[in-house]
Every structure is written in C-alpha cells, then in structure tokens.
C-alpha cells in the first residue's frame, strides 16, 4: 500500500476518515491525497462569465483556507500530503483521480448512525463504492489508534467474489491479521451444512488454499435477512473490521437486501472495507 485517497467535506466525519488514513499512512510508509470535491451548483453555468469566475475564485479560497486548517493537523505530521481540488461533485471523478495517482486504497467517513444498510444505499458514500475500482474503508467514528485484530470476510463462495477474498487477505496482512470467512444463510435461500461445506471447499480450492488448514476459519451463521447476519454474528465475535464483496455496477443494492431490525440497525459502528469484484 503506497497511496491512500481520501475524499473529504471538512466535516468531522471525513477528518476521522483522514486520521485513520494517516495511521495506515505511517504504517505502510505511504503518502495521502486529500481531495474535496466543491460542489458547484449547476446554476452557476448560466450566469454570466464575471459571476462565474467569481463564484470560483471564493470557492477556491475557502477551500484553500479549510485546507490548511485541515493539514495542519498533528496526525498528519511527517507524511507525504497532495492536494487535489474539483470544482464539480461527480463522484466518479473519485476513481479517475485514484486511477491518475495509482490509488491503493480509499478511505472514507461516513455519516451512517442507523445501521449498515442505511450507512451506504442512497449516500455518498455508497456512489464512491459503486464506482470505485480499488477497495474503499468506511469509517463511521472517531477512531484514535486504529488496529485490527479480527476480521471478517463475507462472502456467498460465488466465484465472483474470490478476487476480493484474495484482495481482502492482503490487505489484513498489513495488520497480520487472516480474517475470518462469513456465510449467511437464510431461509430464502437454505442450505444444508453439507451444501454449504461443499461450496465453501470449491470455493478454497479455487483459491489455492488448504480446506484443512482455513476450515476453522469458515462461519456459516443462520438468520433471517443477511445484514442481520452480519451484524449479529460482528457483535458476537467482537470484529473489529467487516470485509464486503461489491459489484462496481450496483453498488452494494445486491448484496445488503431486505429491511434491517429496529434493535440491530442503530449500532453498525464496525469499519466496514469493500472490495470490486471480478
């Protein structure tokens, strides 16, 4: 991991996403690029030339100041910061920019409090994921001392998704971690615990990896819906980070369907890292 993007407004939320990027920064030896996406109303494109040039030259300026306000922070002392500025908030410019800086890796805050569903289908955030091709960490707190000492990865043991395992794996290296594999079963779609070991041992061989030695490591975890899953068996086991597969055209709709319980969806505070699949 050589450079690390992360977006921001310069809201609380995008600042805690900045200090776990400079954690991770000071880890891996790696640099930042701090981009903010302005925002121009679309309005401005009909006034006159004056207006809009001066409509630019305040944005920039605010953006300037909130900049230096923002990369005077301590954390960020001793690591290699670019700044990169857009006058429109197009969001799959975000992957054109981690494309043009061989990006490894997007970190973001989130404003999500009411679940996982919630945190990512119609947000920001959820646009930036369902356009990105390298992996994107969602941070929904204040985190001083971010580490990750367990780790999930969910996953149905489709083939689409042994990219992202695979990427999944590389990236908890960085915390010597080998996360745990998830797979929810519900009643739409019931498996029996032989369907399920048989899928889940393809799914390793596919991987080139030892079934004996990762059999531990595989979760099959029964409840009604599947983000209910995931956040019932995340409380349980204490995970400190959740690993998703998506599909870059959809977004993360496919994967975390149907309605999420009142007494789950209010607590979903895990990091949670999505990764493109094949």
Not at 218 to 223: A, E, L, S
């Amino acid at each position: 991991m050589k450079t690390i993007l992360v977006p921001v407004d310069f809201s609380s939320h995008s600042e805690y996403a900045l200090e776990v990027a400079a954690s991770l920064a000071r880890k891996q030896n790696a640099k930042i690029i701090v981009l903010h996406m302005m925002g121009m109303h679309d309005s401005y494109l009909t006034k006159d030339e004056k207006q809009e040039v001066f409509n630019a030259i305040y944005f920039m300026k605010l953006a300037k100041q909130k900049f230096e306000e923002l990369l005077n922070k301590d954390f960020l002392k001793g690591i290699e910061v670019t700044e990169v500025v857009k006058t429109h908030k197009v969001f799959s410019e975000i992957n054109e920019v981690a494309r043009e800086y061989e990006v490894d890796l997007i970190v973001m805050g989130s404003h999500g409090t009411t679940g996982m569903k919630e945190v990512f289908v119609g947000s920001n955030t959820e646009k930036v994921v369902r356009t990105s091709d390298v992996p994107v960490l969602v941070i929904k707190e204040h985190i001083t001392d971010f580490k990750i000492d367990k780790a999930v990865f969910v996953t149905d043991f489709n083939i689409e998704t042994l990219k992202s395992f695979i990427s999944a794996r590389n990236f908890f290296r960085v915390f010597n971690v080998e996360p745990q594999i998830l797979f929810i079963n519900i009643p739409e779609k019931f498996m029996s615990t032989s369907e399920m070991e048989l899928k889940a041992y393809n799914f390793l061989i596919d991987a080139g990896m030892d079934n004996k030695e990762f059999k531990d490591r595989i979760t099959f975890y029964d409840d009604y819906t599947t983000e209910r899953g995931i956040y019932n068996f995340c409380n349980e086991a204490q995970i400190d980070a959740i690993a998703i597969p998506t599909h870059g055209r959809k977004g993360l709709g496919h994967f975390f369907f149907g309605s999420i319980g009142e007494n789950v969806a209010n607590h979903a505070n895990v990091p949670v890292i999505t990764f493109k699949m094949s």
